[in-house]
């Protein structure tokens, strides 16, 4: 006599997950909802699948030129259900020098955002764990001003939740770096951030708030992002960038000329179409 016997079929791995993002992410499609799949991962697992996944894409985009913060806000990291912010990779391909006034083209970054950012050039290596900001700051070179411009999308099986993003990377793309500012001349927690659509009859303001909109702080924010970024087994090399996070609103890109003024660090320039 046979017996049938049905076993509950196994969630997929960390390894398939990573290959279902690095897929879709390469054909341009909306990438797979990791919480819909894995209901009762972790954090931890979520960043396993998201290096998986940077992994299998880095080389398509040139390979890891730093790494970025999101959720900065403490409002953000609230209704997320989180600690501290996100982490994930920025691509080399991704990086744009705010001198060139880039143009960033919708059609091939379909789903883009605008968020004003604070970034950190590296100077010096970071080869181990540091354990406060006077340690951190020997190793930086440069406060910069950012534009990240987060793009597509994912699947939407159920609510969005803080799992999905950082399996996804964050939906790492372009960003937008401009003048260099040394670290003993500004303080990145004073900055004054306005970002503005230009328009005929004058600017439309779409967002305004400060380096302070940071939770704990742009320094704190950094040094979460550098010991995170050890903590997966990333190296931190002379020259990479590393973002806080977006500070205030969100924008969705539309097309037009877009100024963001980040006061005592510079200003960016740009363009969608």
């Known amino acids: 006599m046979l017996w049938a016997v049905a076993w509950p079929s196994a969630g997929p791995t960390d390894a398939e997950l990573a290959k279902r993002l690095a897929k879709a992410h390469l054909a341009g499609n909306a990438l797979p909802q990791f919480s819909a ?4 991962a972790t954090l931890a697992d979520a960043y396993g699948v998201q290096g998986r996944f940077v992994d299998k894409v880095a080389k398509k985009h040139k390979g890891i030129a730093g790494y970025k913060g999101a959720v900065a806000g403490a409002a953000g990291q ?9 982490s994930a990779v920025l691509f080399r391909d991704g990086w744009l020098e705010a001198t060139a006034k880039p143009t960033i083209r919708l059609a091939k970054f ?4 605008i968020e004003t950012e604070i970034g950190f050039i590296i100077g010096k290596a970071i080869t181990q764990p540091i354990s406060d900001v006077d340690a951190l700051k020997a190793h930086v070179e440069a406060i910069v001003p950012v534009i ?4 597509g999308k994912l699947e939407a099986a159920q609510p969005m939740t803080a799992l999905d993003l950082a399996a996804a990377n964050v939906m790492s793309a372009n960003y937008i770096v401009g003048r260099r500012n040394p670290v003993a001349k500004v303080n990145p927690d004073r900055a004054t951030i306005r970002l503005a659509k230009r328009l005929a009859k004058g600017d439309e303001e779409k967002n305004k708030t400060t380096g302070a ?16 970024a050890l903590g997966q087994r990333r190296e931190i090399k002379p020259g990479h960038l590393i973002l806080t996070g977006a500070l ?3 924008i969705p ?8 003024d980040f006061g005592a660090l510079g200003k960016i320039n740009f363009s969608i179409q």
């Not at 609230?78 to 996100?86: E, Y």
């Not at 379909?110 to 955002?113: L, R, W």
């Not at 890109?253 to 963001?260: N, Q, R, T, Y």
């Open 253 to 260: 890109a539309e097309p037009g000329d877009w100024s963001g």
């Open 148 to 151: 990240e411009l987060p793009a």
């Open 37 to 40: 799949t894995r209901p009762d």
């Open 110 to 113: 379909p789903g883009t955002k």
């Open 248 to 250: 205030g609103k969100i």
């Open 78 to 86: 609230k209704a997320l259900k989180l600690n501290g912010p996100l």
């Open 213 to 228: 909109a940071a939770h704990r702080g742009q320094w704190q924010n950094l040094l979460h992002q550098v010991n995170h």
